[in-house]
């Protein structure tokens, strides 16, 4: 058995590897849908459907608990596959939850009515489309309380760094800083939400100060799905790995091993 | 009769700005198709036949001559639309060309051969969606010669101007200048290649240096057009101008005042 990991592309591999670091022996299976990526720009049935599929590939490829490590699919998805009930013995967990657990104290899985939140004045970094999507901020408004979020559409820093010029993320990340300070200027923690700011995080954190609390989704994601696996023993461990996408193996190989800066094989989903 | 500019969203009322302030006499018809904008989200079907038929609406409105003041509509339907031919004493330009006649000396409407460029190294800023599209390096290869062509793909500096957050904006640009710069350190040109960055054209000037020589679709655009009218009299004057949108005139007219900072009024197209 194994965790399956889904993303529209490559910024997935953010959270895997967190996984990976905290969770050594677990066995997973990635998927990239590069032949449908990015998702930012499609509508929300089409991420619906498009995240249906991948999710019923990765319970096909063993998979008993699957991870939507992609803001756009959590955010048109989750909610509906999880209404709509799943197999027996089958689990889709979101890439949003754990932030607002992290914010609230709640547990992933845990079904308890919203809470208070313990930080009232929160930053979030995102895409231009994740923002101007409204789905942290709706999420937020839905499962916790109280909590006053100012966005910052972090233009250019995904190209940046999928262009491998991160002296130019880094001036990029530091602009779109300066300009959520100009719009809340003490913010008490700020959120990373997307999966290739990790990539950035210490430059984020340099900008931010000393006083202001990072989430990142990666890390976040990470000890959620420790802390779900030892509540839930035996759904992951004792399988063989795998990279799936979509798209070409070799080309995505090729971009994840210079996205990681480590060497990654895909094979044909 | 007018002169028909169309643009998937506002971006091309700076061309149409430029327009007036060197023609203050011809009428035109401005249509930006907002309902279906973005623009570079979409495949080149899809955008050939937009393009075609805001052309049309705009042969229906009264114009003989429709300047695509869109890179994205330019580089997909242009040389298309030429080719399939068009009714009798109509004409359709795009905004590439005046770009490539500064760079070569060569005039709109003149089917001489390619020419030698006078300068060679030429620094490109345009979004992500314009440099991955390879357009703008294609059109210069059909019809230039010689010109060494550095694209930077300038992430979140429309998203920032939209937002109104000219700060940013600014901040971004820098970035972006200093990154092209690790790439070409003396380019002797640069070409602006978005029609949202004539907001910004200072910042690129003071960024870039006086030893670079600055050319703005724009200014560009509206040089051509009056080369090209003094040569083919009889083509505009003495309608009356309009603003059409395919979108919600209220909520375009909102936008577009808020992005040229001055009162514009929309009609339904």
């Not at 709640?106 to 930080?119: A, F, K, L």
Request: glycine fraction near 8%.
């Amino acid at each position: 058995m194994a965790v399956g990991v889904f993303d529209s592309g490559l910024g997935g591999l953010t959270v895997l590897d967190a996984i990976t670091r905290r969770l050594p022996d677990v066995s997973f299976v990635y998927l990239g849908d590069s032949a449908n990526a990015p998702y930012g720009v499609r509508d929300a049935e089409d991420v619906y459907e498009l995240t249906c599929a991948a999710v019923e590939r990765l319970f096909a490829a063993g998979c008993d608990l699957v991870i939507l490590a992609c803001n756009t699919a959590s955010a048109a998805a989750l909610r509906r596959i999880q209404e709509n009930g799943l197999p027996e013995g089958k689990r889709v967990l979101g890439v949003f939850v754990p932030l607002i657990e992290a914010l609230t104290e709640r547990r992933w899985g845990d079904n308890s009515p919203p809470r208070e939140v313990r930080v009232k004045h929160v930053a979030l970094f995102a895409t231009p489309a994740t923002v101007s999507s409204r789905a942290f901020q709706r999420e937020l408004a839905f499962r916790a309380i109280g909590v006053d979020v100012e966005a910052q559409a972090c233009g250019g820093v995904v190209d940046a760094i999928e262009e491998g010029d991160l002296i130019l993320a880094e001036a990029l990340v530091r602009s779109h800083v300066d300009a959520l300070k100009r719009k809340m200027p003490h913010p008490e923690a700020a959120i990373l939400g997307c999966t290739h700011y990790p990539l950035m995080e210490a430059v984020f954190e340099d900008a931010l100060g000393p006083e202001v609390e990072l989430f990142s989704q990666a890390d976040l994601v990470a000890a959620s799905l420790a802390d779900y696996l030892e509540r839930h023993p035996g759904i992951a461990g004792g399988g063989t790995s795998a990279f799936l996408t979509t798209g070409d193996p070799i080309r995505v190989g090729r971009s994840a091993t210079r996205f990681l800066r480590r060497q990654i094989a895909f094979d044909a989903a």
